[in-house]
């Protein structure tokens, strides 16, 4: 893996805390040639993760992100109909979406929610995956350079209304899969990522309070780092008072059983959550 930069300048330079594990992963699986999928719950680092990697290859590379009305001619790229009336089918009428520029380019394409795509956009990407090869109506066969790879991101299917992805693609991916961090690592998160300096007890009461969203018997979905990271915020500006922030923070990012009230599950958090260590922000 010698012409891939290392895990710990992949991180000191985007800011990422922890998943040195994760980045290793992934470049390995580009040195041997495959492609990526990264799976893991909402808010637990997916995009921001695969971004720095990307980022950090010094390689060509696009990112599209998955919406379902995105097209195959947008991701292949399309002939320019006035052009096409004049002088016909020439390539230069051509202009290429970002599919057929990685493949030319030996690039990386990021697919960021990759089961959000339409299924005939997925379909489009078979052949380029294995057979290294895409034919485009009218202008002919695309051949891969070499460092060609897709790094796609999505979330699990539990946590979906989406689509699932097709056997036959997912077939052509190796998997990366992310958790949760410690909760060491997402006080670290906050820290760097908040933008009104929470102090080290505000930061831990958020992470704390939003951690235990995850493992409550009421609570389908718990909250991710991105509840911490703007609890946290909210506190500041609330005078250091976490729970006020919780509720203003917490009800868009947890999905409750039925038949669940969330002000009495929100204040029997709070008060698990201030009896689990020396803090002393403000719990009204
Ligand atoms: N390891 C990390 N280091 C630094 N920041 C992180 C890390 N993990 C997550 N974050 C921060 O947490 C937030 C959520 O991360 P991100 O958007 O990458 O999650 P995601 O898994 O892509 O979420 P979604 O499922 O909603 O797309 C962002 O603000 C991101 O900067
Ligand atoms: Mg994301």
Same mark, same amino acid.
């Given at each position: 893996?010698?012409?891939?930069p290392?895990?710990a300048?992949?991180r ?13 992963d992934?470049?390995?699986?580009l040195?041997?040639?495959r492609h990526?999928?990264? #799976?893991?719950p &909402? ?9 720095a990697v990307?980022?950090? !290859?010094?390689r060509?590379?696009s990112?599209?992100?998955?919406d ?13 109909p006035?052009t096409v ?17 990685? !493949?030319?380019?030996?690039g ?10 339409? #299924?005939?956009v997925q379909n489009v ?9 895409? #034919? ?22 539990e ?16 998997? &990366? ?10 006080c ?8 009104h300096?929470p ?6 009461a958020? &992470? ?14 718990g ?7 703007a ?6 500006q ?12 917490l ?10 009230? !969330?002000p ?5 958090l709070?008060?698990k ?5 020396? !803090? ?5």
């Amino acid at each position: 893996m010698t012409d891939f930069p290392s895990a710990a300048s992949i991180r000191s330079a985007h800011g990422l805390v922890g998943r040195t594990r994760e980045i290793q992963d992934i470049i390995a699986c580009l040195a041997a040639g495959r492609h990526v999928l990264v #799976e893991g719950p &909402v808010g637990v680092g997916k995009t921001v993760l695969v971004q720095a990697v990307v980022r950090s !290859l010094g390689r060509p590379f696009s990112r599209i992100d998955g919406d379902g009305r995105y097209t195959e001619a947008k991701l292949v790229g399309s002939f320019d109909p006035p052009t096409v009336l004049a002088k016909g089918y020439i390539p230069t009428a051509f202009t290429p979406g970002p599919l057929v520029r990685t !493949l030319r380019d030996g690039g990386i394409l990021f697919i960021n929610e990759l089961n959000r795509m339409p #299924e005939g956009v997925q379909n489009v990407l078979l052949p380029s995956m294995d057979e290294q090869r895409l #034919e485009v109506t009218n202008l002919g066969t695309i051949h891969a350079s070499r460092g060609f790879a897709i790094i796609a991101t999505q979330n699990p299917r539990e946590f979906v209304a989406t689509g699932d992805l097709a056997e036959a693609l997912l077939d052509r991916f190796e998997h &990366v899969r992310l958790d949760y961090q410690d909760e060491d690592e997402e006080c670290e998160i906050v820290r760097i990522r908040t933008m009104h300096h929470p102090s080290p007890e505000i930061t831990r009461a958020c &992470v704390r309070m939003v951690r235990a969203t995850r493992n409550d018997p009421r609570i389908r979905r718990g909250a991710s780092v991105r509840a911490a990271i703007a609890m946290a915020d909210l506190a500041v500006q609330l005078d250091g008072d976490v729970h006020r922030a919780a509720n203003l923070s917490l009800p868009t990012r947890i999905e409750l059983m039925e038949d669940r009230d !969330l002000p009495d599950i929100l204040s029997n958090l709070k008060k698990k959550v201030s009896g689990s260590g020396p !803090l002393s922000p403000r719990w009204t």
